[in-house]
């Protein structure tokens, strides 16, 4: 039980830049939109995906306003 509460504390805390930034721009306006299999912006923060055949990183959803 302790083990299924401490992953997502340790996926939050690793990726805390993200959800800040993120939480300030659905704040201004922004949403969450499908843009399929996209490669990464590297000017913005994001949770990239990783293909497990190529190795690419990519995203599927992007916030724009």
């Keep these: ?3 299924l509460a401490v ?6 805390g690793s990726n805390l830049g ?4 993120a939480s300030k721009e659905i704040k201004n ?3 969450w939109h499908y843009v399929g299999a ?7 923060k ?5 293909d497990l055949e190529t190795g690419e990183k990519h ?5 724009k306003k």
């Design 38 to 44: 996209s490669s990464l912006d590297p000017n913005a």
């Design 1 to 3: 039980m302790i083990l």
């Design 29 to 31: 306006g922004a949403s």
């Design 46 to 50: 994001s949770l990239p995906i990783e």
């Design 18 to 21: 993200f959800f800040e930034q």
């Design 7 to 12: 992953i997502p504390l340790l996926f939050i």
């Design 59 to 63: 995203i599927l959803w992007k916030l």
